[in-house]
């Protein structure tokens, strides 16, 4: 079957070539196995190329656990519009023709030139050449300003007629063929005027390159090196680059430096406030209607929706009350993950701050160190500013009276001395008692963040009362998030308490990010069998796995994949939760465009419904098996009566069904013929 075609291009999983001749179809072509992407054709139609991960070889063993991954998975492939266009890369014979051959050949070849004119010509005779090429193109060579308006009347017409590309669909996905390139990791695929194929072959040095397909060496050549973005101009002549912070034009060869910056300062306009509001206010409305996952809009009149909100326009006077406007008004969906911020708006100067990792409180006129942050025992990235030094220092360290020589302010918070001071190594004047006199200098590096050394010890703190009220029994994990802070935390939690006789998972305040069936598997691992040796200790399969019961906490504060993580955990029968029902926002974001001010909005475009085919969850959340008041009067010194309750069911759940492995066998009795009936 043949298609007359104008366009075509290969897409993930399975290519479709699209068709504009004769109805506008779609034929499927490609990939049943791997995935394929970065698709484009070579410019005289001969072939189509395009990338496919299915290079399943090499697998990469974890460092921690027994999972692998590959990767470098892509290939890149070419496939032969039709049966009759040659592979350039089939086999060849080496052997050389025979001299006679070769000198008939030529002979030949100068008797077909000849015969191809009414008689031979100089190459030289510039005259021959000129009356030749007026008869070919029958232009008349009475002037020159008539021979310029023939010819670009004739590109003109060039233009509109352009050469359909014939594809023959029958048994197409069966000649592709491999490309002798290396295996990887692309992003981009094009193919330039010369039809060498131009690609961005992704590392920790993205790097873009060239490949000629009719060079007989079959060499990768560099284009540019820390390549982060490339567009190619429509001739194929020019592309455009970015790589090391700048933007450029550069030729699309190999060898290429980027020296033709595309100027960005300065680059001034001027704009009139409220007509660029009104623009933003219809973009907002527009990616609310058409990137809204649900095409009904939950049922609201969204059109009576913009004439409601677009009248309050005239009443804004800075771009924050028309952010605020936006803002109510994409609520109106009724839909989680409707958020807005961002834009060109005011906002003043910001310093960063050098943090200890300590609280300080104030006593007798000066700052005293109250609490002092660590990770736990084994956590080497998660220390305060103070643990480096000796134990000498450590106790001279309970006052503070001086940062680099500066007296600290006690008029103001304790981090106004560190301004400006983020990763710094600085020298702080302290004191083991609030007397400036008896102070001494120590030399300290500055944390630039709190954040994630006051995380780890409230982690290690509830791990440490779990591990003290179980008497060891029972384990303790928190998951921040369903992204990848989430998975490292669980992965790294994980590994040092599977052998505890239970664990708590605790989502509490789980700030989502993808589905979670990866974490459940991992907690999800029934065992299949023993493995013995003589001189060492019995272990599972598989062996990286909790066997035992389990419990997950939850709260008002966990939502988006943290409410699909519990629902999951429940869904795999994994245990009971226990807390407060979760927040309820399981339609996700993703895709949609920025505003024009760089304002950003979330539009819900994706949700999920059960096995049963009914929509569950959004605006409601996951409810508790045992509700237990996450309530603030208890939390504020420190207690956490939903951790306690998780402490209790876990004991008691030890208590009526605890793992308990399977005993080693006896050594077998081989000493006879065959097998005993209770060994097979």
């Not at 000129?130 to 021979?147: I, L, Q, V």
């Not at 993205?206 to 007989?216: A, G, K, R, V, W």
């Amino acid at each position: 079957m043949k298609k007359r075609l104008r366009s075509f291009l290969a897409i993930s999983e399975i290519g479709f070539v699209y068709s504009d001749y004769p109805f506008g179809c779609a034929h499927p072509f490609v990939i049943l196995l791997g995935q394929g992407y970065e698709g484009n054709s070579y410019r005289k139609g001969d072939f189509l190329y395009f990338f496919s991960e299915r290079e399943i070889s090499r697998a990469k063993n974890a460092d921690a656990g027994l999972t692998f991954i590959y990767e470098d998975t892509a290939v890149l492939h070419a496939v032969p519009l039709r049966k009759v266009v040659s592979n350039p890369f089939k086999a060849k014979s080496d052997e050389e023709e025979p001299e006679k051959e070769k000198k008939d050949e030529e002979e030949e070849d100068k008797d077909g030139k000849c015969d191809e004119k009414p008689e031979c010509q100089d190459p030289n005779d510039s005259d021959s050449k000129e009356s030749e090429e007026e008869k070919e193109t029958g232009e008349s060579a009475e002037s020159e300003d008539e021979d310029d308006k023939k010819a670009d009347d004739k590109k003109d017409k060039d233009k509109e007629k352009i050469k359909p590309v014939e594809i023959e669909l029958e048994n197409m996905e069966a000649r592709a063929y491999r490309m002798p390139i290396k295996r990887g990791r692309f992003s981009y695929l094009a193919v330039n005027d010369k039809n060498h194929l131009i690609y961005l072959r992704r590392g920790e040095e993205s790097t873009l390159q060239s490949f000629d397909p009719n060079d007989e060496k079959r060499e990768e050549k560099t284009i540019l090196k820390k390549v982060t973005f490339v567009r190619m101009t429509p001739d194929g002549k020019k592309l455009l680059v970015r790589s090391g912070g700048k933007t450029g034009i550069i030729d699309a060869k190999p060898d290429q430096k980027l020296e033709n910056l595309v100027v960005t300062k300065p680059m001034n306009v001027v704009i009139q406030p409220r007509q660029e509001w009104r623009q933003i206010f219809n973009d907002a409305w527009r990616f609310m209607r058409d990137y809204f996952y649900d095409p009904h809009m939950h049922k609201v009149d969204w059109p009576a929706v913009r004439k409601q909100y677009e009248a309050m326009l005239d009443d804004c006077v800075s771009r924050r009350d028309v952010g605020y406007v936006i803002a109510e008004m994409i609520s109106e969906v009724n839909a989680g993950h409707t958020y807005y911020g961002g834009g060109d708006v005011d906002s003043g100067p910001w310093q960063s701050i050098g943090y200890l990792g300590v609280d300080f409180e104030l006593d007798q006129g000066y700052y005293r160190i109250a609490k002092v942050y660590e990770g736990g025992i084994w956590d080497t990235d998660a220390r305060s500013a103070l643990h480096e030094l000796d134990e000498k220092e450590r106790e001279q360290f309970k006052y503070l009276f001086k940062v680099n020589g500066v007296p600290v302010d006690t008029s103001k918070a304790p981090w106004a001395a560190f301004e400006g001071l983020s990763g710094q190594t600085v020298t702080l004047t302290v004191g083991a008692n609030p007397d400036p006199e008896e102070a001494a200098n120590v030399v300290v590096k500055l944390l630039g963040s709190e954040r994630n050394l006051r995380y780890r010890h409230w982690v290690e703190s509830n791990r440490r009362h779990v591990e003290k009220e179980s008497g060891g029994q029972v384990g303790y994990i928190h998951v921040p998030d369903t992204g990848s802070r989430g998975q490292r935390e669980l992965f790294r939690q994980f590994y040092g308490q599977m052998n505890k006789g239970a664990l708590i998972i605790d989502e509490r305040w789980n700030g989502g990010g993808n589905i979670a069936d990866r974490f459940i598997e991992l907690l999800n691992r029934p065992i299949y069998m023993h493995i013995f040796e003589r001189y060492e200790n019995d272990w599972r399969v598989p062996t990286l796995s909790h066997q035992g019961p389990k419990c997950m906490m939850i709260n008002g504060e966990a939502g988006s994949g943290g409410d699909i993580f519990p629902y999951l955990f429940r869904k795999a029968g994994l245990g009971k939760l226990i807390g407060m029902r979760t927040w309820g926002g399981v339609i996700g974001i993703s895709r949609n465009p920025s505003l024009i001010d760089g304002a950003r909005l979330t539009v819900p475009f994706i949700t999920f419904y059960e096995t049963d085919g009914t929509l569950t969850m959004e605006g409601h959340g996951v409810d508790p098996d045992i509700e237990i008041i996450d309530d603030p009067a208890l939390m504020v010194d420190g207690d956490d009566p939903q951790l306690d309750a998780a402490i209790q069911h876990m004991l008691d759940e030890i208590k009526r069904n605890p793992y308990v492995p399977a005993k080693r066998p006896p050594y077998p009795d081989r000493s006879g013929m065959g097998i005993l009936e209770e060994q097979k």
